[in-house]
Nanobody
Framework: QVQLVESGGGLVQAGGSLRLSCAAT????????MGWFRQAPGKEREFVAA????????YYADSVKGRFTISRDNAKKTVDLQMSSLKPDDTAVYYC????????????????????WGQGTQVTVSS
């Protein structure tokens, strides 16, 4: 069992940066792929970025590629999302998620492939 808690959200002006962090409990965190999703008002939840258990070859949605960076620290049981050059369209609730497929290098893109979710953290980008 894994519990996930996001932090770091807030209000930022367009062009600014924020760093989200997701802290996990549970001994198996290091074996799971981790992802970030977001949900804007009136829209479906969408994939943002994911990183396999090894930390190699993270994957990004086209909308954030070059602006966001996902990273993880298995010893600290954290996964971070560094967001730069933020746009008003990035405004959403951001969720951390864990795919409990052990030691997979395959990136899961669909929310149905993730087994554990955090409660979300609000990111608001003003124009």
């Amino acid at each position: 069992q894994v519990q996930l808690v996001e932090s770091g959200g807030g209000l930022v002006q367009a062009g600014g940066s924020l760093r989200l962090s997701c802290a996990a409990t549970g001994r198996t965190f290091g074996s799971y792929s981790m992802g970030w999703f977001r949900q804007a008002p009136g829209k479906e939840r969408e994939f943002v970025a994911a990183i396999p258990w090894s930390g190699r070859s993270p994957y990004y949605a086209d909308s954030v590629k070059g602006r966001f960076t996902i990273s993880r620290d298995n010893a600290k049981k954290t996964v971070d999302l560094q967001m730069s050059s933020l746009k008003p369209d990035d405004t959403a609730v951001y969720y951390c998620a864990a795919d409990r497929t052990y030691y997979s290098e395959t990136i899961a893109l669909r929310e149905g492939e993730y087994d554990y979710w955090g409660q979300g953290t609000q990111v608001t980008v003003s124009s």
